[in-house]
């Protein structure tokens, strides 16, 4: 069973085919995917197919993605979650994306807080990581903000409009975590 997590003013879900609409919102905001490593989508059956590739992912055991909605309101604001999940060696990458209209809240501090504790607690991960382009100062800053450290930098790691970008790789690890 898919687990629900729940902040002070947050829901973290499933992300079912109802939710195409709003993933769609997401990922076809050039704003939002300019720093995603994912070309802006254009049609909606492009978020239907992400939904059914986090599906498969969390059915694989490859990784695990949440919807986030606000407690008392309908529909997603944005996603997070672990991409390339390997549980043989206990670590995984920290995803997320918010809707422009929801930046600067601290929604994806307090879902990530959460998100974190799971795969600490649940998933039983000793290493969590992050990759974000240089360029990326809002998701730079908020990874630093919640303990994680910057490792270095992956040259030419990332295409995003067709163009290779270097990104910065963070980890946050179990046991060096702040409290």
Known sequence: MFPVLETERLILREIHKEDSQAIFANFSNRDLTRYF???????????????D?????YNEKRGI?????????KGLIGTIGFNTWVPKNKRAEIGYEIHPNHWRKGYISEAASEVLSYGFEEMELTRIGAVVFLENEASNKLLTKIGFQKEGILRDYMYQDGKAHDTFVYSLLKNKRPS
Do not use: P
């Not at 994912?38 to 239907?48: D, P």
């Not at 590739?53 to 992912?57: L, Q, W």
């Open 37 to 51: 490593g994912q070309e802006t989508l254009v049609r909606i059956e492009q978020a239907e197919d992400i939904i």
């Open 53 to 57: 590739f986090f599906s498969k992912n």
């Open 65 to 73: 993605r949440w919807g986030i909605e606000r407690k008392g309101s």
